[in-house]
């Protein structure tokens, strides 16, 4: 009897091990070569009002220049997170509101860009701006950065809030800038003011409402539960 438990549990250690080895495995990335082959669509095809800030096409990014793998500042999403994305849009423009998205699908060359980038020491162009509390180790240690990103997977999007109220959109105050690297970027962070704490939790709840889930480090990054293919990451540039 002893010799059968023990056969069991460690059987049981040995699924246990070999699920945890299978969560942990990074996603292949597709052989496809454009947005249509990897199944990506452009935001404004389904939602056409949508804002669009996409900070990595140009310099005006943590890194002070634009990013590879981005050619255009265009949103491609997997067509179901998209078509969630604009149910969101359409909700909040039905109350006077909208979205600025600012990174939709990111390729993993520009996930491997940024990786060389926290690794170099010698450019710190934009520290005080964006992480002006933390040096760059801190950046990958704290979870800002990341080796593997979701956006490569097309289910997760970053954006704010718009105020459309008088019929100019106005950018919402969110207590941070997109892409701010510290304590006051977290969603639930103390110290911010009645107006930017009540912003956030309207874009929390916008997003719930067409299931994106809120990583609780950075207000702005949501990612669509359950992903589409949590297995598969891109490559082809956003163009």
Request: aromatic fraction near 8%.
């Given at each position: 009897?002893?010799?059968?438990?023990?056969?069991?549990?460690?059987?049981?250690?040995?699924?246990?091990?070999?699920?945890?080895?299978?969560?942990?495995?990074?996603?292949?990335?597709?052989?496809?070569?454009?947005?249509?082959?990897?199944?990506?669509?452009?935001?404004?095809?389904?939602?056409?009002?949508?804002?669009?800030?996409?900070?990595?096409?140009?310099?005006?990014?943590?890194?002070?220049?634009?990013?590879?793998?981005?050619?255009?500042?265009?949103?491609?999403?997997?067509?179901?997170?998209?078509?969630?994305?604009a149910k969101?849009?359409?909700?909040?423009?039905?109350?006077?509101?909208?979205?600025?998205?600012y990174d939709?699908?990111?390729?993993?060359?520009?996930?491997?860009?940024?990786?060389?980038?926290?690794?170099?020491?010698?450019?710190q162009?934009?520290k005080?701006?964006?992480?002006?509390?933390?040096?760059?180790?801190?950046l990958?240690?704290?979870?800002?950065?990341a080796?593997?990103?979701?956006?490569?997977?097309?289910?997760?999007?970053?954006?704010?809030?718009?105020?459309?109220?008088?019929?100019?959109?106005?950018?919402?105050?969110?207590?941070?800038?997109?892409?701010?690297?510290?304590?006051?970027?977290?969603?639930?962070?103390?110290?911010?003011?009645?107006?930017?704490?009540?912003?956030?939790?309207?874009?929390?709840?916008a997003?719930?409402?067409?299931?994106?889930?809120?990583?609780p480090?950075?207000?702005?990054?949501y990612?669509?539960?359950p992903?589409?293919?949590?297995?598969?990451?891109?490559?082809?540039?956003?163009?």
């Amino acid at each position: 009897m002893t010799s059968r438990i023990c056969t069991s549990l460690a059987l049981a250690i040995a699924l246990t091990a070999a699920a945890t080895s299978r969560a942990a495995e990074p996603p292949r990335v597709s052989p496809a070569t454009d947005a249509a082959a990897a199944g990506l669509v452009e935001i404004r095809t389904v939602s056409p009002q949508i804002q669009l800030d996409i900070r990595y096409a140009g310099a005006n990014n943590f890194t002070g220049a634009p990013v590879p793998g981005y050619q255009a500042p265009a949103c491609y999403l997997l067509a179901p997170v998209a078509q969630a994305l604009a149910k969101v849009e359409a909700d909040l423009r039905s109350a006077g509101y909208g979205l600025r998205v600012y990174d939709c699908y990111r390729p993993v060359r520009a996930v491997q860009a940024f990786m060389a980038w926290v690794h170099d020491p010698r450019e710190q162009s934009r520290k005080a701006v964006q992480y002006p509390d933390l040096d760059k180790p801190q950046l990958l240690a704290d979870g800002y950065i990341a080796e593997r990103s979701g956006h490569s997977r097309g289910a997760t999007v970053d954006l704010g809030l718009l105020d459309c109220r008088t019929g100019a959109c106005v950018v919402m105050d969110m207590g941070t800038d997109f892409d701010f690297f510290g304590v006051r970027a977290h969603t639930e962070t103390p110290g911010l003011t009645r107006a930017q704490r009540g912003n956030r939790q309207q874009l929390l709840q916008a997003m719930a409402r067409r299931g994106f889930a809120n990583y609780p480090q950075e207000w702005w990054h949501y990612t669509l539960r359950p992903e589409p293919d949590p297995g598969t990451a891109y490559d082809v540039p956003v163009q």
